[in-house]
């Protein structure tokens, strides 16, 4: 008799940003090229600090590192945080494998099977695969591309409260949708956490992507959810390396950390190379991040100018990352991203997307969306953008 897998692992959603990989794939060995907005893997290089550090390693060995992170690391980043107005110590701080690690820790050490959380949705859908992991449901709270995606009405939130909820979840700025959240909306959010004793777990890897007027704000800055706040953060984003896999988790509470650092324990330590790398990252030169941020906000106004032309697309403009949830003129947009890789191209070119259903727990939700990346030059998004209307008038013939 076959063995059966397990049916956590059959709940688990296959990721909508790499699903169609292999079909991706498929269409370059075919030889044709392939224009990818689906991942949000930069292009830009990482600063010069990331590399002088990779080539003086003068190490005799590459030993573990102590299950919460290099401490040199973690003064660093609490360094970091000071210049973002955050009085955080360095023994608040644990390094984790990439920010996802993060996520999984913190839901792992927060919640019991059957918790539920409350996150505003799209949101990044990875988040649902950790919540399965840790036996947790999550509640969504629906925001709209009508309305720019912006956060619905607190009401919402009270209204979804349950005996099991445990949690609420943000990005700020949000993957995917690029919203950046105010004051006030997050000072409504904490106090429904600290009212209703709920953790705040807030994914801010993207602070320093904020193109709104007003700054980035960060809930650790908020005093009514001193204890409650759980900041994830990573460093895959900010320096453009997403291959060293660092991420942080960051809370006030002892006995938060307590119950992460037995998850830190049992996988040992984050990578000895990465923690090197990031380290080094921090000293990137405020040059370096500016020049970062005004590319990638020229990315930003040239793909919103440019999709918008396209007839019967929309894309509210993004305030914050560099991601935009867009409607396009489809009726099934995972049927119409897996037609671009599998039997669709524009001289010997064609477009890979992120369908955005997958970013709903109700995967009957946008169905006409898909997520774009804009992590590429203006001359690939112009081309990008070029087969996509192609592919969109050619997609429309033959669902006539």
Same mark, same amino acid.
């Given at each position: 008799?076959?063995?059966?897998?397990?049916?956590?692992?059959?709940?688990?959603?296959?990721?909508?940003?790499?699903?169609?990989?292999?079909?991706?794939?498929?269409?370059?060995?075919?030889?044709?090229?392939?224009?990818?907005?689906?991942?949000?893997?930069?292009?830009?290089?990482?600063?010069?600090?990331?590399?002088?550090?990779?080539?003086?390693?003068?190490?005799?060995?590459?030993?573990?590192?102590?299950?919460?992170?290099?401490?040199?690391?973690?003064?660093?980043?609490?360094?970091?945080?000071?210049?973002?107005?955050?009085?955080?110590?360095?023994?608040?701080?644990?390094?984790?494998?990439?920010?996802?690690?993060?996520?999984?820790?913190?839901?792992?050490?927060?919640?019991?099977?059957?918790?539920?959380?409350?996150?505003?949705?799209?949101?990044?859908?990875?988040?649902?695969?950790?919540?399965?992991?840790?036996?947790?449901?999550?509640?969504?709270?629906?925001?709209?591309?009508?309305?720019?995606?912006?956060?619905?009405?607190?009401?919402?939130?009270?209204?979804?409260?349950?005996?099991?909820?445990?949690?609420?979840?943000?990005?700020?700025?949000?993957?995917?949708?690029?919203?950046?959240?105010?004051?006030?909306?997050?000072?409504?959010?904490?106090?429904?956490?600290?009212?209703?004793?709920?953790?705040?777990?807030?994914?801010?890897?993207?602070?320093?992507?904020?193109?709104?007027?007003? @700054?980035?704000?960060?809930?650790? #800055?908020?005093? !009514?959810?001193?204890? =409650?706040? $759980?900041? %994830?953060?990573? &460093?895959?984003?900010?320096?453009?390396?997403?291959?060293?896999?660092?991420?942080?988790?960051?809370?006030?509470?002892?006995?938060?950390?307590?119950?992460?650092?037995?998850?830190?324990?049992?996988?040992?330590?984050?990578?000895?190379?990465?923690?090197?790398?990031?380290?080094?990252?921090?000293?990137?030169?405020?040059?370096?991040?500016?020049?970062?941020?005004?590319?990638?906000?020229?990315?930003?106004?040239?793909?919103?100018?440019?999709?918008?032309?396209?007839?019967?697309?929309?894309?509210?403009?993004?305030?914050?990352?560099?991601?935009?949830?867009?409607?396009?003129?489809?009726?099934?947009?995972?049927?119409?991203?897996?037609?671009?890789?599998?039997?669709?191209?524009?001289?010997?070119?064609?477009?890979?997307?992120? @369908?955005?259903?997958?970013?709903? #727990?109700?995967? !009957?939700?946008?169905? =006409?969306? $898909?997520? %774009?990346?804009? &992590?590429?030059?203006?001359?690939?998004?112009?081309?990008?953008?070029?087969?996509?209307?192609?592919?969109?008038?050619?997609?429309?013939?033959?669902?006539?």
């Amino acid at each position: 008799m076959k063995s059966k897998v397990s049916n956590r692992g059959i709940e688990m959603p296959a990721s909508p940003i790499r699903r169609l990989a292999g079909a991706a794939h498929a269409a370059e060995q075919r030889g044709i090229t392939v224009y990818r907005l689906n991942i949000g893997q930069p292009d830009i290089p990482s600063p010069p600090q990331a590399f002088d550090a990779l080539r003086h390693i003068d190490r005799k060995m590459l030993e573990y590192t102590p299950s919460q992170g290099l401490e040199s690391l973690r003064i660093k980043m609490a360094e970091y945080y000071h210049r973002c107005g955050l009085e955080i110590h360095p023994d608040e701080i644990i390094i984790t494998t990439g920010g996802s690690e993060a996520v999984l820790f913190a839901f792992m050490a927060c919640l019991d099977p059957g918790d539920e959380i409350i996150v505003p949705q799209p949101a990044y859908a990875n988040y649902m695969a950790f919540a399965i992991s840790a036996g947790a449901r999550i509640i969504p709270v629906n925001s709209t591309i009508e309305t720019g995606f912006r956060l619905p009405p607190v009401e919402e939130f009270e209204r979804l409260i349950t005996p099991r909820t445990k949690g609420i979840l943000i990005c700020n700025p949000n993957n995917p949708t690029g919203y950046i959240y105010t004051r006030d909306e997050l000072e409504q959010i904490a106090d429904i956490a600290s009212r209703h004793g709920l953790f705040l777990f807030s994914d801010e890897v993207y602070r320093e992507f904020c193109y709104a007027d007003q @700054p980035m704000v960060s809930v650790m #800055s908020i005093e !009514s959810v001193h204890k =409650n706040a $759980v900041l %994830i953060d990573s &460093v895959s984003k900010r320096y453009n390396e997403c291959g060293i896999r660092i991420g942080a988790l960051v809370s006030r509470d002892p006995d938060v950390r307590a119950n992460v650092m037995k998850f830190c324990q049992a996988r040992l330590c984050p990578p000895l190379i990465g923690q090197l790398v990031a380290e080094a990252s921090i000293d990137a030169t405020p040059e370096y991040q500016q020049e970062v941020f005004e590319e990638y906000r020229r990315r930003r106004d040239f793909l919103i100018e440019r999709l918008n032309r396209i007839p019967g697309c929309y894309s509210p403009t993004p305030m914050g990352a560099f991601y935009t949830v867009a409607s396009l003129p489809v009726d099934d947009a995972d049927e119409f991203c897996r037609w671009c890789l599998d039997e669709f191209s524009h001289d010997g070119k064609t477009i890979f997307m992120a @369908p955005a259903s997958g970013f709903y #727990s109700d995967t !009957s939700l946008g169905r =006409n969306q $898909v997520r %774009i990346a804009y &992590v590429h030059d203006l001359d690939y998004l112009a081309k990008a953008l070029d087969t996509l209307q192609a592919a969109l008038q050619a997609y429309a013939k033959i669902k006539k």
